[in-house]
Structures are given as structure tokens and as C-alpha cells.
């Protein structure tokens, strides 16, 4: 076995290498750019070696500053994770030239899967399923009009080197196509420095479910059964489970066998991921092999008990699998959340900045319930414009679907992330959306279910109750506390007001208090518009989640203060709260709306980010639909597009510049 290992990553998956390096007894090396001196990876290693400057293309990228970090720590193999240098067969090769081992497949798998075009010929001629497509390269936006035409709309157009949804593009008609496959190649171009473009039938209504399968250099491979991933967003995935509440065994069985078939094929070595798009009748069609790690991994691990690392390693050190086919039997139901730097009110644009509160939900087992959280930050931490915006992987195990479902909820709920937006209203909201429930999905459900973004929910007439009670007695619980203040002026024996009306939101809600007193831990009983519900909660000032129940029911929710008032988070909800009495209640309503300011002439930047291209002109007419501008943030191009016919008059940036969230692009007259 392995004494040292070099990760050559970052963030939470150099992070999670480290944890079963370490649980294994082997010392880890972490390497970091200018931008991760202070990282949680460098932190965790035994040793760290510096690469370069931020920009990936300066450091993790290169090849020659891995392998000589290797040489001058004594490290004998590299752990790739994913993304990076983890599915380079150049790489590979040349760590074994060097005498180093890495810790994945060979290079002649990596090349014969990592290449979207050639895989699937590779797949064809294997006698696997493949989507119908054009395989060979494409020459320009006229071409692949041409081939779309041949193929039929709708159309995927894809980076041959793509992944993690970069230089991918749906298109429906001619005009897609031309624009699609143009930010498909300059994307695959920036990202993967390879510009090769081809393209697919598009499946609809289609499933992502993909089979891990893990070999060693004996000739042994099995597979671990699916993880459903078809809670995607712009082709990213954003929420994955196993196993999929849409397979059947016989299904299973047979996606499985041919997962293996394919490896053997490739002579294939370590973990590695088959995927399959699944149409509504349970037909199969290959994807691609992705020849690492994946990054929803963890819900395989929790529903088989294999750690896919750990075997990872231990087949790179020529070690056979210790199990077979017959050993592996899938256990409860696990979900994976990734929590991402992005704001999803405004259509999920990435945000950047420093972590001024991280405080995610204790891991381990609760009775039935799993949570464990794979993340490469910690508060204080800065979320940089480098590199991938994700912040956490957060998973939750328990015997059936729906409380691992449940579990996630209350995960979610308690997960406190400041100083940036993130996305965790949008998975709370997810967690309890009837249709996910169901297990009803596609990897059209986003924008099926959104198709105007994620807006602010309102919340019902049952949620108002919930959340009228959390307020009243947080303000009880403050309002106590205060009194306990010696040098604090008040009425002696005042009684404690019994009629309160708390606003969440728009809407105003009558509270009458039952009980005379307020005790701490909180315990009290209320008739919130007219029902009684009883309220305990061991909640104290200055925590941010308020945990405990609500006539009866377990709640999490996150407290934030606000101008006289709290902000409350819940399972996808954001309301503020004020708490009145009955006649300041009457006066607020009289009080003015303040509106928000008319920006229907300005072109602002929706995202810290770089203007790649102005693409009008002042005094340009232009119509709804057309593009305006393009901007690049965390590897990826939003095309800013007119949301009416309009008239250019002043533009204030160029390519090139770096421009913060809220600046002016363009004027329209």
C-alpha cells in the first residue's frame, strides 16, 4: 500500500481524498493556487506544495507543476478527483513514465471513453445502445444546421471534451442551432481548450441515471447500482438520489451488465460512471463513461457501505476487489444536495465572496438518519470567481425515500450560509415540490416547473400560522431575556400582553396567547387566527436556527435580524416578520410601500464577471430576443439578451473588462 499520496485538486473533493487517505493510514500532499493558501484542503494535508497563480489554466491545469510536486514530496500516486487533469490520458501516461501511479483507470480507457465522439463509436461498435447522432466532427454553425436538419429537432449539441455541463446547448429550431453551437465551441474552447463540437438526438422527457462501476487489474468488475441525476440545470446537475424510484430490477440488472460489458471492453481499471439518458418507457441509450470519480458519488457510498475511494486507492496499489457482484445489495435511500454559489432569484447567476457565516447541520446518525456533508470550505472562507461554485455536497441516508427526503428538508433548513447568495431556498422549496415527491422527473423539471426562474415563494395559510408563532415567540424569548437586564427601565409586574398581531410578509396574523408566562426553554401554548397550536423551542438569542415544534410538528428554520423585525427561512420560504400589537398593527398598515427603483433602461450585470463580447452598437435598434451582451463567470457564458425592442444609447463597458454585480452595461432610450 501507498505511504504517501499527492490530490491533485481542491476544494471538497481534495477534502473528502484527504479524509480516507487518512482513515487509511496514508500521508496526503495538497497542492493550491495563489487563491487557496488559506483553503481547507491545504489546511487538512499532512503537506502542501504552491502550483502557480489562481487561474486554473496556471496551475492545477499543468501537468509539469503536479508532477514535480510529486518528486519533491515522495509522493508515490495522485488522486485526480474530478474535473482538472482527472480525465487526461496525457497525464496519466506521463505519471507512469515518471514512476508515479495514478490513482485511476489506464490511459488507454481514459482515451477510448473520454472522448465523447470517439466513446460512442467505441460504444456502437461494443454493441451498446446509443442515442441516434452525428459522431464525426463538425465544421461550422452551417454544418451542424445541416446535420440537425438530418437528425431531427430537437437536437443536444455537446463538446466533445465537455463536462460538468459546459459547451452544452438544446436546440429546437435552425436559429438555436447557430447560436447554440457557437457558445457551445467557445465555451469547450475555454474550458477544455478543445473546440470539437458534434451532435445528438435529444431524448424528451428524458431520465439522466447513471451505473457506478468499480474494476481492478484482475479482470473483476461489478457494478454498484444507479444514481438518478435528472434535477438538472443548464445541463449541471443539481440534486441526485439513489437508487432511482423510476428503475425496475430488471432494468437495473440489465443497464448494470452492460455498464460491465463496456468496461471489460476497455480493460477498464478503478471507479468509473456509465451513463444512460432513460425515456418515459425505460428504453436506454449510452452517454458517455465518465473515467473518474464522479461528484454525487456519496449516495452510492451510503446506499452500498463501499467507499469509493478507499477502493480507489487500493486498486491503484494492484490490490484485487475484495468483493464480487453477489456481495453488493443496495440499503435504504440516499439524496445528495450541491449547494452553489449562485443566486437563484436571479435565475441562479453565480455570486462570489467571503463565507461571513458557514454553519452546516451536525453530521452522523440520528435514529433512522444519516447526514454527512462533503464541503472545502469554512466560515470565513472566500468563494472565488476561479473556479466551480460549489460550496457543499450535502447527503442524507435513511430507510425509505421519503424520509431521506424529509431528512434532507430539515438538513436544508438548518444549513446557515451568509455573506453570499446560494441556492439552498431553491433545494429546501425542491424538497417538498410534489413532483419530486413523486418521483416524477425529467431533466426538463427545472425549467418545466420554473419557467419563469425561482421567484420568492408565498406561503400559505398554514405556513403563515408556522411562521407567525416562530416569530412571537422569538420575540418572547428576546423580550425576556432583555427583562432580566438589571439596569433595564420597565413597568414593575407588568403583565405579559396577551393579544399580538405578527405581519409575515404582506399579510397579518392574529396570535392570542394562551399561557400567563414565558419559560425558557420556551414551552406555550397559542390560538394563531383562532387555532390552537402549542410552540416549544429551546431556541436562544443571537442562534440562527430556530429549531423545535409547532403544534406538534418538528420545525428547523433559520432566524436572521432584520430592521424591527426577523427574517425567517423555511423549506423554501423568506419572509419577514414584524411583530405588533393590535394598535401599531393598524398603523402599519397605513404606513407607504417604498417601491424599488425603474431599471427597465439599464443593462445591468446580472453577475461579478467578464464582458466577453458588446454585441450592439450605440444607437442600435434592437429587438426582444436579440443578444446585447455576453458575460463569463465560473467557466460559464450568459448570453444577456433585450427583453423588448429597444434603442441603444449609451454603452459603458467592453470586452475584456471585469465588471461588478449591478454595473451598467448598456443605456437603452
Known amino acids: ?25 496514508i500521508s496526503t500532499v495538497a497542492v493550491y493556487s495563489d487563491a487557496d493558501r488559506d483553503a481547507l484542503h491545504v489546511e487538512m494535508a499532512d503537506e502542501a506544495v504552491y502550483i502557480g497563480p489562481a487561474a486554473a489554466s496556471e ?55 473520454g472522448d465523447k465522439i470517439e466513446s460512442k463509436k467505441f460504444a456502437n461498435a461494443a454493441g451498446v445502445s446509443t442515442v441516434p447522432g452525428h459522431l464525426g466532427i463538425i465544421d461550422d454553425a452551417a454544418h451542424a444546421e445541416t446535420i440537425a436538419g438530418r437528425i431531427g429537432y430537437p437536437v443536444m449539441i455537446k463538446a466533445s471534451a465537455g463536462g460538468g455541463g459546459k459547451g452544452m446547448r438544446i436546440a429546437w429550431n435552425k436559429a438555436e442551432v447557430r447560436d447554440g453551437f457557437e457558445r457551445a465551441r467557445s465555451e469547450a474552447k475555454s474550458s477544455f481548450g478543445d473546440d470539437r463540437i458534434f451532435i445528438e438526438k435529444f431524448v424528451v422527457e428524458p431520465r439522466h441515471i447513471e451505473i457506478q462501476v468499480l474494476a481492478d487489474a484482475h479482470g473483476n468488475v461489478v457494478y454498484l447500482g444507479e444514481r438518478e441525476c435528472s434535477i438538472q440545470r443548464r445541463n449541471q446537475k443539481v440534486a441526485e438520489e439513489a437508487p432511482s424510484p423510476f428503475l425496475d430490477e430488471k432494468t437495473r440488472k440489465a443497464m448494470g451488465e452492460q455498464s460491465v460489458a463496456l468496461a471489460k471492453a476497455v480493460e477498464y481499471q478503478s471507479a468509473g460512471t456509465v451513463e444512460f439518458i432513460v425515456d418515459r418507457d425505460r428504453n436506454f441509450y449510452f452517454l458517455e463513461m465518465n473515467t473518474r470519480l464522479q461528484v454525487e458519488h456519496p449516495v452510492t457510498e451510503l446506499v452500498t457501505g463501499i467507499d469509493l475511494v478507499e477502493q480507489m486507492i487500493r486498486v491503484a496499489a494492484g490490490e484485487p476487489l475484495s468483493f464480487g457482484q453477489e456481495d453488493v445489495s443496495l440499503d435504504g435511500w440516499a439524496i445528495e444536495s450541491r449547494l452553489y454559489a449562485e443566486d437563484p432569484y436571479r435565475n441562479f447567476l453565480p455570486s462570489i465572496g467571503r463565507l461571513t457565516r458557514y454553519r452546516p447541520p451536525a453530521e452522523g446518525r440520528t435514529g433512522n438518519v444519516v447526514v454527512r456533508n462533503d464541503t472545502g470550505v469554512f466560515e470565513g472562507a472566500e468563494i472565488s470567481m476561479y473556479y466551480d461554485p460549489m460550496i457543499a455536497k450535502l447527503c442524507t ?47 426538463g423539471f427545472i425549467a418545466e416547473e420554473y419557467p419563469d426562474g425561482f421567484a420568492p415563494m408565498k406561503p400559505d395559510r398554514q405556513e403563515e400560522a408556522t411562521l407567525a408563532a416562530i416569530a412571537l415567540s422569538a ?74 415544534k409547532v403544534g406538534g410538528r418538528d420545525i428547523t428554520a433559520q432566524i436572521r435580524p432584520v430592521l424591527n423585525g426577523l427574517r425567517i427561512d423555511w ?7 414584524k411583530v405588533f400589537s393590535p394598535r401599531h398593527a393598524e398603523l402599519d398598515r397605513l404606513m407607504p410601500v417604498k417601491l424599488p427603483p425603474d431599471t427597465s433602461k439599464l443593462l445591468l450585470c446580472p453577475m ?36 423588448r425592442d429597444l434603442v441603444v444609447s449609451k454603452i459603458n463597458a467592453a470586452a475584456g473588462e471585469s465588471l461588478a454585480v449591478d454595473a451598467v452595461i448598456m443605456e437603452f432610450a
Not at 509 to 530: K, Q, S
Not at 571 to 577: C, I, N
Open 397 to 443: 441516508w435513511a430507510p425509505t425515500r421519503g424520509e431521506a427526503i424529509d431528512a434532507m428538508g430539515r438538513a436544508l433548513d438548518g444549513f446557515v450560509v451568509d455573506g453570499i447568495e446560494h441556492n439552498v431556498p431553491f433545494l429546501s422549496a425542491l424538497m417538498k415540490h410534489p413532483r419530486w415527491r413523486e418521483g416524477r422527473l425529467s431533466t
Open 59 to 113: 496551475s492545477y491545469l499543468i501537468a509539469e507543476k503536479i508532477i514535480a510536486a510529486c518528486k519533491a514530496t515522495g509522493a508515490e500516486a495522485v488522486h485526480p478527483g474530478y474535473g482538472f487533469l482527472s480525465e487526461r490520458a496525457a497525464f496519466c501516461a506521463e505519471l507512469e513514465k515518471q514512476g508515479i501511479v495514478f490513482i485511476g483507470p489506464k490511459p488507454k480507457a481514459i482515451m477510448a471513453m
Open 571 to 577: 423549506q423554501g420560504l423568506s419572509v419577514t416578520a
Open 1 to 25: 500500500m501507498f505511504k504517501k499520496i499527492l490530490i491533485a485538486n481542491r476544494g471538497e473533493i481534495a477534502c473528502r481524498v484527504i479524509k480516507t487517505a487518512r482513515r487509511m493510514g
Open 608 to 643: 461579478p464577471g467578464l464582458v466577453v463580447a458588446i454585441a450592439v452598437a450605440e444607437g442600435q435598434e434592437v429587438k426582444a430576443g436579440e443578444t446585447l451582451a455576453i458575460v463569463e463567470a465560473m467557466k460559464m457564458e450568459n448570453v444577456l439578451r433585450a427583453e
Open 475 to 548: 420575540s418572547l424569548i428576546e423580550t425576556n431575556r432583555r427583562d432580566g437586564f438589571a439596569d433595564r427601565l420597565r413597568a414593575a409586574s407588568a403583565p405579559l400582553r396577551e393579544h399580538w398581531v405578527v405581519k409575515t410578509g404582506e399579510n397579518y396574523v392574529d396570535v392570542r396567547l394562551l399561557d400567563g408566562l414565558v419559560t425558557i426553554p420556551f414551552d406555550m401554548d397559542m390560538a394563531v387566527e383562532g387555532e390552537n397550536r402549542s410552540v416549544i423551542t429551546d431556541w436562544r438569542p443571537g442562534d440562527p436556527v430556530w429549531s423545535g
